[in-house]
T-cell receptor, first 111, second 113 residues
Framework: QQQVKQSPQSLIVQKGGISIINCAYE??????FPWYQQFPGKGPALLIAIRPDVSEKKEGRFTISFNKSAKQFSLHIMDSQPGDSATYFC??????????FGEGTQLTVNP | EPEVTQTPSHQVTQMGQEVILRCVPISNHLYFYWYRQILGQKVEFLVSFYNNEISEKSEIFDDQFSVERPDGSNFTLKIRSTKLEDSAMYFCASSAWVGEKLFFGSGTQLSVL
Protein backbone atom coordinates (compact mmCIF):
# COMPACT_ATOMS: atom_id res chain seq x y z
CA GLN A 1 0.00 0.00 0.00
CA GLN A 2 3.01 2.20 0.33
CA GLN A 3 3.90 1.81 -3.35
CA VAL A 4 3.80 4.44 -6.03
CA LYS A 5 3.66 3.05 -9.56
CA GLN A 6 5.19 5.17 -12.32
CA SER A 7 5.02 4.85 -16.09
CA PRO A 8 6.48 4.84 -18.64
CA GLN A 9 9.96 3.64 -17.73
CA SER A 10 11.43 5.65 -20.58
CA LEU A 11 10.10 8.30 -22.91
CA ILE A 12 11.46 9.89 -26.06
CA VAL A 13 9.94 13.17 -27.20
CA GLN A 14 10.79 15.60 -29.97
CA LYS A 15 11.76 19.14 -29.08
CA GLY A 16 8.64 21.24 -28.66
CA GLY A 17 6.47 18.23 -27.87
CA ILE A 18 4.57 17.37 -24.71
CA SER A 19 6.04 14.88 -22.25
CA ILE A 20 3.56 13.05 -20.02
CA ILE A 21 4.52 10.85 -17.10
CA ASN A 22 1.95 9.07 -14.96
CA CYS A 23 1.84 7.81 -11.40
CA ALA A 24 -0.68 5.86 -9.37
CA TYR A 25 -0.90 5.21 -5.66
CA GLU A 26 -2.94 3.15 -3.23
CA UNK A 27 -2.45 4.77 0.15
CA UNK A 28 -5.26 7.26 0.72
CA UNK A 29 -3.26 8.79 3.58
CA UNK A 30 -0.84 10.31 1.06
CA UNK A 31 -1.39 14.06 1.05
CA UNK A 32 1.64 15.48 -0.73
CA PHE A 33 2.70 14.57 -4.25
CA PRO A 34 6.00 16.01 -5.53
CA TRP A 35 7.86 15.46 -8.76
CA TYR A 36 11.63 15.35 -8.74
CA GLN A 37 14.07 15.84 -11.60
CA GLN A 38 17.43 14.11 -11.47
CA PHE A 39 20.40 14.69 -13.75
CA PRO A 40 23.24 12.14 -13.90
CA GLY A 41 25.53 12.41 -10.91
CA LYS A 42 23.17 14.71 -9.06
CA GLY A 43 20.59 14.30 -6.34
CA PRO A 44 16.87 14.61 -7.02
CA ALA A 45 15.69 18.22 -7.18
CA LEU A 46 12.11 19.23 -6.47
CA LEU A 47 10.38 20.34 -9.64
CA ILE A 48 6.77 20.88 -8.63
CA ALA A 49 4.40 19.49 -6.00
CA ILE A 50 0.67 19.29 -5.38
CA ARG A 51 -1.67 18.60 -2.49
CA PRO A 52 -4.96 16.74 -3.00
CA ASP A 53 -7.18 19.77 -2.45
CA VAL A 54 -6.50 20.95 -6.02
CA SER A 55 -6.76 19.09 -9.33
CA GLU A 56 -4.04 20.94 -11.21
CA LYS A 57 -0.96 23.00 -10.54
CA LYS A 58 1.09 24.79 -13.15
CA GLU A 59 4.55 26.28 -12.89
CA GLY A 60 5.96 27.53 -16.16
CA ARG A 61 6.10 24.63 -18.62
CA PHE A 62 5.42 22.05 -15.90
CA THR A 63 1.90 21.00 -14.85
CA ILE A 64 0.72 18.40 -12.37
CA SER A 65 -2.73 16.94 -12.93
CA PHE A 66 -4.23 15.19 -9.93
CA ASN A 67 -7.20 12.81 -9.90
CA LYS A 68 -8.06 12.00 -6.31
CA SER A 69 -10.85 9.52 -7.07
CA ALA A 70 -8.63 7.53 -9.44
CA LYS A 71 -5.60 7.92 -7.15
CA GLN A 72 -3.49 9.06 -10.06
CA PHE A 73 -1.35 12.06 -10.82
CA SER A 74 0.69 13.04 -13.80
CA LEU A 75 3.41 15.43 -14.90
CA HIS A 76 3.05 17.29 -18.17
CA ILE A 77 6.05 19.08 -19.64
CA MET A 78 4.95 21.47 -22.37
CA ASP A 79 7.28 22.59 -25.15
CA SER A 80 9.84 19.97 -24.09
CA GLN A 81 13.49 21.00 -24.54
CA PRO A 82 16.70 18.96 -24.81
CA GLY A 83 17.70 20.42 -21.45
CA ASP A 84 14.70 18.65 -19.91
CA SER A 85 16.37 15.30 -20.64
CA ALA A 86 16.70 13.72 -17.21
CA THR A 87 15.15 11.12 -14.95
CA TYR A 88 11.86 12.12 -13.38
CA PHE A 89 10.51 10.63 -10.19
CA CYS A 90 7.06 11.02 -8.75
CA UNK A 91 6.75 10.62 -5.00
CA UNK A 92 4.14 10.73 -2.27
CA UNK A 93 3.98 10.91 1.49
CA UNK A 94 1.44 10.97 4.30
CA UNK A 95 1.77 14.04 6.48
CA UNK A 96 5.38 14.84 7.20
CA UNK A 97 6.48 11.24 6.94
CA UNK A 98 8.86 9.52 4.56
CA UNK A 99 8.70 10.06 0.82
CA UNK A 100 7.85 7.00 -1.26
CA PHE A 101 9.27 7.31 -4.76
CA GLY A 102 8.10 5.89 -8.05
CA GLU A 103 10.43 3.84 -10.22
CA GLY A 104 11.51 6.79 -12.36
CA THR A 105 11.13 7.77 -16.01
CA GLN A 106 14.11 8.40 -18.24
CA LEU A 107 13.09 11.28 -20.49
CA THR A 108 15.02 12.02 -23.66
CA VAL A 109 14.11 15.11 -25.69
CA ASN A 110 15.56 14.98 -29.19
CA PRO A 111 16.60 18.27 -30.80
CA GLU B 1 20.26 28.52 -3.60
CA PRO B 2 21.58 26.82 -0.43
CA GLU B 3 22.97 23.30 -0.89
CA VAL B 4 23.29 20.05 0.98
CA THR B 5 26.92 18.94 0.73
CA GLN B 6 28.00 15.31 0.80
CA THR B 7 31.47 13.80 1.08
CA PRO B 8 33.05 11.78 -0.35
CA SER B 9 31.44 11.66 -3.78
CA HIS B 10 32.74 8.10 -4.25
CA GLN B 11 33.69 5.51 -1.65
CA VAL B 12 35.08 2.08 -2.38
CA THR B 13 35.33 -0.40 0.47
CA GLN B 14 35.83 -4.07 1.12
CA MET B 15 32.97 -6.22 2.35
CA GLY B 16 32.86 -6.26 6.14
CA GLN B 17 34.51 -2.87 6.54
CA GLU B 18 32.92 0.10 8.26
CA VAL B 19 32.12 3.23 6.27
CA ILE B 20 31.01 6.68 7.32
CA LEU B 21 29.22 8.90 4.85
CA ARG B 22 29.19 12.58 5.67
CA CYS B 23 26.71 15.32 5.00
CA VAL B 24 26.43 19.01 5.77
CA PRO B 25 22.73 19.91 5.70
CA ILE B 26 21.50 23.41 4.96
CA SER B 27 22.36 25.52 7.97
CA ASN B 28 18.92 26.51 9.29
CA HIS B 29 17.29 23.15 8.58
CA LEU B 30 16.10 20.97 11.45
CA TYR B 31 15.14 17.69 9.77
CA PHE B 32 17.71 15.40 8.20
CA TYR B 33 17.32 12.31 6.07
CA TRP B 34 19.19 9.56 4.35
CA TYR B 35 17.89 7.92 1.20
CA ARG B 36 19.59 5.46 -1.10
CA GLN B 37 19.31 4.48 -4.74
CA ILE B 38 20.59 1.17 -6.01
CA LEU B 39 21.68 1.47 -9.64
CA GLY B 40 18.67 1.54 -11.94
CA GLN B 41 16.16 1.39 -9.10
CA LYS B 42 13.97 3.86 -7.23
CA VAL B 43 15.10 6.14 -4.44
CA GLU B 44 14.39 4.50 -1.06
CA PHE B 45 13.97 6.08 2.36
CA LEU B 46 16.37 4.97 5.06
CA VAL B 47 15.97 7.23 8.07
CA SER B 48 14.85 10.63 9.30
CA PHE B 49 16.44 12.51 12.19
CA TYR B 50 15.27 15.40 14.31
CA ASN B 51 16.39 16.89 17.60
CA ASN B 52 19.22 14.36 17.89
CA GLU B 53 16.92 11.41 17.58
CA ILE B 54 15.75 9.08 14.86
CA SER B 55 12.16 10.04 14.10
CA GLU B 56 11.47 7.34 11.54
CA LYS B 57 13.37 4.49 9.90
CA SER B 58 12.67 1.97 7.19
CA GLU B 59 13.07 -1.79 7.24
CA ILE B 60 16.34 -1.32 5.34
CA PHE B 61 17.83 0.59 8.26
CA ASP B 62 18.83 -2.38 10.41
CA ASP B 63 21.36 -2.67 13.25
CA GLN B 64 24.24 -2.29 10.80
CA PHE B 65 23.23 1.31 10.18
CA SER B 66 23.48 4.28 12.50
CA VAL B 67 23.21 8.04 12.17
CA GLU B 68 24.74 10.81 14.17
CA ARG B 69 24.93 14.56 14.31
CA PRO B 70 28.36 14.87 15.91
CA ASP B 71 28.42 18.66 15.88
CA GLY B 72 26.29 21.60 14.80
CA SER B 73 26.87 21.14 11.10
CA ASN B 74 27.57 17.52 10.16
CA PHE B 75 25.20 14.59 9.81
CA THR B 76 26.68 11.14 9.26
CA LEU B 77 25.54 7.69 8.20
CA LYS B 78 27.63 4.78 9.41
CA ILE B 79 27.44 1.29 8.04
CA ARG B 80 29.12 -0.96 10.54
CA SER B 81 29.97 -4.02 8.42
CA THR B 82 29.29 -3.44 4.75
CA LYS B 83 27.71 -6.05 2.50
CA LEU B 84 27.79 -6.31 -1.27
CA GLU B 85 24.12 -5.31 -1.39
CA ASP B 86 24.91 -2.01 0.36
CA SER B 87 26.42 -0.79 -2.90
CA ALA B 88 24.27 2.17 -3.89
CA MET B 89 24.14 5.94 -4.19
CA TYR B 90 23.39 7.39 -0.77
CA PHE B 91 21.62 10.74 -0.64
CA CYS B 92 21.45 13.04 2.33
CA ALA B 93 18.54 15.48 2.46
CA SER B 94 17.34 18.19 4.79
CA SER B 95 14.24 20.28 5.32
CA ALA B 96 13.48 23.33 7.40
CA TRP B 97 10.55 21.62 9.09
CA VAL B 98 8.63 18.36 8.83
CA GLY B 99 6.58 18.31 5.64
CA GLU B 100 8.56 21.12 4.06
CA LYS B 101 10.49 20.92 0.80
CA LEU B 102 13.31 18.40 0.82
CA PHE B 103 16.71 19.45 -0.48
CA PHE B 104 18.93 16.58 -1.61
CA GLY B 105 22.70 16.47 -1.81
CA SER B 106 24.53 15.12 -4.86
CA GLY B 107 25.09 11.78 -3.21
CA THR B 108 27.91 9.41 -2.26
CA GLN B 109 28.39 6.45 -4.57
CA LEU B 110 29.31 3.53 -2.31
CA SER B 111 30.86 0.48 -3.92
CA VAL B 112 31.36 -2.60 -1.75
CA LEU B 113 33.79 -5.13 -3.22
Amino acid sequence: QQQVKQSPQSLIVQKGGISIINCAYENTAFDYFPWYQQFPGKGPALLIAIRPDVSEKKEGRFTISFNKSAKQFSLHIMDSQPGDSATYFCAARPGGSRLTFGEGTQLTVNP
Amino acid sequence: EPEVTQTPSHQVTQMGQEVILRCVPISNHLYFYWYRQILGQKVEFLVSFYNNEISEKSEIFDDQFSVERPDGSNFTLKIRSTKLEDSAMYFCASSAWVGEKLFFGSGTQLSVL
